[in-house]
C-alpha cells in the first residue's frame, strides 16, 4: 500500500468535476474551496478542455451541449462522444467505443510474449481509427457469440455456419475501391469463360484476358482461373459481391459456400447477409454472395504490392509452398495476412492474400496438379514449312473441300425431296372441329434460326454488363429488333426441340438459337416488363393495383398452359410454373418461360429426381413423384393466390417460414373469411369491389390447391371461371 492514501478529487477525472459545479450554480471554480485543492494550472487547463469540447462558451458558462453532457456519469469527451453518436446516426457504434474506452483495454500485452500480442493485434488494427479498431474486435467477438477465447477457434471453425470467425479483410487501405484477383478451380459446370464470369459477376473479356484464352474457352478440370473482380468497402469489410440463383432444392449455405465458391465466400457470411434459414434454401431464391477480397494498404503499395489475389486453402498448402507457388516472398504472405511466423497453420476453405506486384495475366502457378492444359478450342499455330510442301497441302486440302461441298449438296438435295413427298402425303384436311384447328396451329413447326456466335456478341456489345438483363440474360439488338439471349452451361436441345414445335401467344417464343465451342445460347422474344414476381415488388402504380390486369395476367397464364396441356402433339407438363417464369411484354401481357423441365404427357408417371421451387410443388410430387399436368394447375392455384395478395410463395416472417397456401387456406376455411382476408390482401387492392373479387379468386385458387389431384380443375374450366370473373371486373 501507498505510504499515504492519494486524494479523492485527485483520483476523480478534473473535467467532469468542474462541469458539476458548473451546473450547480458555482461560477468561479478557481476561488472554490476544495477539501483538498488540485493545482489552479490543472483547474484552469481542465476548464481549458471544456471549452474545446463545447461545454463552455467564452465566459465560462456552461452551453447546451455542457447541460446534456453533465447528465452522463462519463468523462465529458465521452459523454460528447455519445451525444455526437445520436446526431450523426451512428450510436450503436459508439455505445461500443464508449463502452470499450471506458474499461481496461481488450489487448493484453504480456512481457514474454509482445510480439505474439502484437501481431493478434494487427488482426483487428483498422489503420485510420483506434476508435474503429475496437468496433472491429467487438463485431468479432459478437459474430462468434461473445465466446472469450474466439481468436483461438478462428481456423479450425470455418466449417461451422453459426460459430465461424468471420475471415473477411477488414478496410484497412486508403482506397475504398480497388482492382482485385481470384484464385477459382475450374469445375462442371463451373469450367468455362462464361460460367465461371457468371458465377463471380466478372466481366466476361477480362477474365478472357487475364488468362490469355478466348472468350468461350473450356477449362480441364481444377485448373486454377484468375478472375478480375472489383474490391469494395462494405461497412468494416472489403467484399466483391455477386448473385446466386438456388438450381436444386439440396443446396445449403455450407454447400454454396465451400463447394460453389470454393471458400471464397462463407456460409457464416451467406447467412448473415441473407434472410433466408440455414436449412430453408430452396430452388428460385436469389442470394447475395459477398467474396473475400482486399485492397492494398500504403505500407504493401510502398514495397511494390499493387494488387492483392485472394487464394483459398487446399489441404495440404502451407506458406512456403504457397510462396514457391505464386513466386511471391513468404515475408509479403506472412505481413500480408499478419501470420504469427511463416509457420501457421492454414485451414481448408479459409483464403489468405497474395501480393502481386503487377497484374497476374497467364498466371502459372507452377503446380501440375494445377496447370493442367487447357482444352483446344481455336486453331493451332501455324508452323514453319517449306513452300513446296505448303502448296501440296493447299492443293490437298482444297480437293477435300471441293469433295466435301459436292457431297453435301447431293446429300441436301436428296433430304429436301423425300420432306416434299412425305410433306405431300400430309397435307391435312380442313378441320370442322374448333379444336382440331387449334392442334394443327399448335403443331405447325416453327423453325428457329441458327444464329452465328458473332451475331450475338455484336448485338449485346460483347456480352457487356449494360446489357445484362438478370444473371446469365442479356438484350440485343438483331436488325433493329431487341432479343433477350440467356447463356446455358448444359445440353439446350431439348428444350430447342419442344419450343419449335410450339405456337401460342402466351408462351415464350424462341426466336433461335447457337452453339459455339461448347457453349449454348437461347435467343428468345424479349419481355419488357420482367417476370411476374419482379412485377408485383415494384412501387405500385395504376396498372400494379389494377384487377383487371391482373386477372388478364391469370388468363393469359391459364391460356398457355391449357394449350400446353391439350393441344400440342405430345401434349406437355411445364412442371416448374411460378411467378418468376411468367414474364410480362410491354402491354403486361402474360408469357410462359423456362421449359428447361418440361416433359411429356406421354411419359407422366413417377420419379424420384425432385427439382422445382418450394411453395409452388404438389403434394403427391413432393411425396410420392407423381408427374401430371395436375401438378400445373396446382401451382396455377399458387400463382393465384400471389396476384391476390401480392405476397411470395414462401412468406418470410421472424418466426420462420409460412407457405402462403397454407395461411390463406386457414383464413378461407376459418370463420369470418372475408373480413381475415381484408387484412391480408395488399391494402388498394381492397377499394371498390375488391375485396369481393379477391374472394372469389382465393376460392378458385383453393380448389387448384386439392390434395387430390383428380378433384383439381381441369384448365379449361379454370379458364372459363377467370373469364366469367373478367366480365364483372372494371378496373
Not at 100 to 129: C, G, H, I, T
Not at 410 to 417: D, G, K, P, T
Not at 656 to 667: F, N
Request: aromatic residues 10%; proline residues 4%.
Amino acid at each position: 500500500m501507498l505510504q499515504s492514501t492519494v486524494p479523492e478529487i485527485q483520483q476523480t477525472n478534473l473535467e467532469y468535476v468542474i462541469l458539476f459545479l458548473k451546473c450547480l450554480g458555482i461560477q468561479n471554480v478557481l476561488d472554490f474551496e476544495f477539501m483538498d485543492p488540485p493545482s489552479q494550472d490543472n483547474i484552469v487547463n481542465s476548464m481549458y478542455q471544456l471549452w474545446v469540447l463545447g461545454a463552455l462558451n467564452n465566459v465560462g458558462d456552461l452551453t447546451e451541449l455542457g447541460w446534456k453532457m453533465v447528465e452522463f456519469p462519463l468523462d465529458p469527451p465521452l459523454a460528447k462522444l455519445l451525444l455526437m453518436g445520436e446526431q450523426f446516426e451512428c450510436l450503436n457504434e459508439v455505445l461500443t467505443i464508449v463502452s470499450m474506452l471506458s474499461v481496461p483495454s481488450v489487448f493484453f500485452r504480456p512481457k514474454d510474449r509482445e510480439e505474439e500480442s502484437d501481431a493478434a493485434r494487427e488482426m483487428f488494427v483498422v489503420p485510420e481509427s483506434d476508435h474503429l479498431t475496437l468496433v472491429n474486435v467487438y463485431e468479432q467477438w459478437k459474430v462468434n457469440e461473445y465466446m472469450g477465447d474466439f481468436l483461438q477457434v478462428k481456423g479450425n471453425s470455418v466449417l461451422n455456419c453459426n460459430n465461424i470467425y468471420e475471415t473477411s479483410y477488414a478496410c484497412n487501405s486508403r482506397n475504398s475501391t480497388c482492382q482485385a484477383f481470384l484464385i477459382f478451380r475450374a469445375r462442371y459446370p463451373y469450367n468455362s469463360v462464361p460460367g465461371i464470369a457468371a458465377l463471380l459477376s466478372s466481366n466476361i473479356s477480362e477474365v478472357a484476358r487475364t488468362n490469355n484464352v478466348t472468350r468461350l474457352t473450356v477449362f480441364a478440370a481444377d485448373k486454377e482461373v484468375v478472375i478480375p473482380v472489383d474490391c469494395s468497402c462494405s461497412g468494416l469489410y472489403y467484399q466483391a459481391t455477386t448473385m446466386y440463383y438456388i438450381p436444386a432444392l439440396s443446396e445449403t449455405y455450407f454447400m454454396i459456400a465451400n463447394n460453389t465458391y470454393q471458400g471464397l465466400s462463407t456460409c457464416n457470411a451467406l447467412l448473415r447477409r441473407n434472410k433466408y434459414g440455414e436449412f430453408s434454401l430452396r430452388p428460385g431464391l436469389e442470394l447475395l454472395v459477398p467474396l473475400r477480397c482486399a485492397c492494398p494498404t500504403g505500407k504493401q503499395a510502398e514495397k511494390g504490392s499493387k494488387y492483392l489475389m485472394t487464394y483459398s486453402i487446399d489441404v495440404g498448402d502451407d506458406i512456403l509452398k504457397v510462396s514457391k507457388r505464386f513466386n511471391v516472398s513468404v515475408r509479403n504472405i506472412v505481413e500480408a495476412n499478419r501470420f504469427l511466423s511463416e509457420n501457421s497453420v492454414l485451414y481448408p476453405f479459409t483464403t489468405i492474400l497474395i501480393p502481386l506486384p503487377s497484374e497476374p495475366l497467364n498466371l502459372d502457378t507452377g503446380d501440375e496438379n494445377h496447370t493442367k492444359p487447357i482444352r483446344s478450342l481455336s486453331p493451332p499455330p501455324a508452323t514453319n514449312v517449306s513452300k513446296g510442301k505448303s502448296k501440296r497441302n493447299l492443293y490437298i486440302g482444297s480437293g477435300v473441300a471441293t469433295g466435301f461441298i459436292l457431297l453435301l449438296l447431293v446429300v441436301s438435295w436428296v433430304i429436301f425431296l423425300a420432306l416434299f413427298k412425305k410433306k405431300a402425303r400430309e397435307v391435312p384436311r380442313m378441320s370442322s372441329s374448333h379444336e382440331d384447328i387449334l392442334v394443327e396451329i399448335a403443331t405447325i413447326d416453327h423453325v428457329p434460326k441458327v444464329f452465328k456466335f458473332k451475331e450475338l456478341k455484336h448485338a449485346t456489345r460483347n456480352f457487356g454488363s449494360k446489357n445484362r438483363i438478370k444473371g446469365s440474360v442479356y438484350w440485343g439488338v438483331f436488325r433493329g429488333e431487341i432479343l433477350a439471349v440467356k447463356m446455358a452451361i448444359t445440353d439446350i436441345y431439348k428444350e430447342v426441340n419442344m419450343l419449335h414445335k410450339i405456337n401460342h401467344f402466351n408462351l415464350i417464343k424462341l426466336c433461335g438459337y447457337c452453339e459455339h465451342k461448347g457453349c449454348f445460347f437461347l435467343v428468345y422474344e424479349y419481355m419488357k416488363n420482367g417476370s411476374l414476381r419482379e412485377w408485383l415488388t415494384r412501387t405500385k402504380s395504376r396498372e400494379t393495383i389494377s384487377w383487371k390486369k391482373r386477372i388478364q395476367i391469370a388468363l393469359d397464364v391459364a391460356n398457355g398452359l391449357h394449350y400446353l396441356h391439350n393441344f400440342t402433339k405430345p401434349g406437355y407438363i411445364h412442371k416448374n410454373i411460378n411467378s418468376g417464369n411468367i414474364l410480362l411484354d410491354s402491354n403486361l401481357r402474360a408469357k410462359i418461360g423456362n421449359f428447361s423441365l418440361a416433359k411429356e404427357t406421354d411419359t407422366s408417371g413417377t420419379t424420384w429426381e425432385l427439382v422445382g421451387t418450394t411453395g409452388y410443388m404438389a403434394p403427391e410430387y413432393v411425396e410420392a413423384g407423381s408427374v401430371t399436368s395436375k401438378m400445373d394447375i396446382y401451382a396455377f392455384g399458387i400463382v393465384l393466390l400471389e396476384l391476390v395478395t401480392g405476397k411470395d410463395a414462401v412468406i418470410v416472417e421472424e418466426s420462420g417460414e409460412i407457405l402462403l397456401s397454407a395461411a390463406v387456406a386457414e383464413i378461407m376455411e376459418g370463420e369470418n373469411a372475408e373480413t381475415k382476408l381484408d387484412g391480408f390482401i395488399e391494402e388498394h387492392m381492397r377499394e371498390d369491389d375488391g375485396l369481393e373479387i379477391a374472394y372469389t379468386i382465393a376460392n378458385l385458387s383453393l380448389r387448384c390447391l386439392t390434395g387430390e389431384p383428380s378433384n383439381r380443375p381441369s384448365m379449361e374450366e379454370i379458364v372459363s371461371c377467370l373469364l366469367k370473373i373478367q366480365v364483372n371486373v372494371h378496373n
